[in-house]
């Protein structure tokens, strides 16, 4: 992994792929929605937004205003976008666990 890179950890690497896989409707309910339905774990919206700043401040999302909408009492939705250094540290945290589980062969509990 560069070392201009900084470490990602799990639950920034799962917003970050939410984020990915929404593409134009990542926006924050969009992204707790589908990690929930994803991953099976329940998550605030305020983890999410934290989350999502913590990211943009590192460059690895950027984030912009949508339009106001009525059904949002004439606010905007805030989308967000990974950048190319997002996408490099996601490949580098994938790398990272590759080479963390190659070899290795776990044994169930009771087996010697």
Excluded: C
């Excluded at 590192?58 to 996408?87: D, I, N, W």
């Amino acid at each position: 992994m560069s070392g201009r890179l900084g470490y990602l950890g799990e639950f920034e690497q799962i917003v970050l792929l939410a984020v990915v896989r929404l593409s134009d409707e990542a926006y924050g309910t969009n992204i707790r929605r589908e990690i929930e339905a994803r991953s099976g774990r329940l998550v605030t919206i305020g983890a999410t937004y934290v989350t999502l700043d913590r990211l943009v401040a590192k460059g690895y999302l950027r984030a912009h205003e949508g339009s106001p909408t009525a059904e949002r009492s004439g606010r905007a939705k805030r989308f967000f976008a990974v950048t190319p250094a997002g996408v490099r540290a996601l490949e580098a945290a994938r790398d990272l666990q590759s080479r963390m589980w190659a070899g290795i062969r776990l044994r169930r509990a009771g087996k010697a």
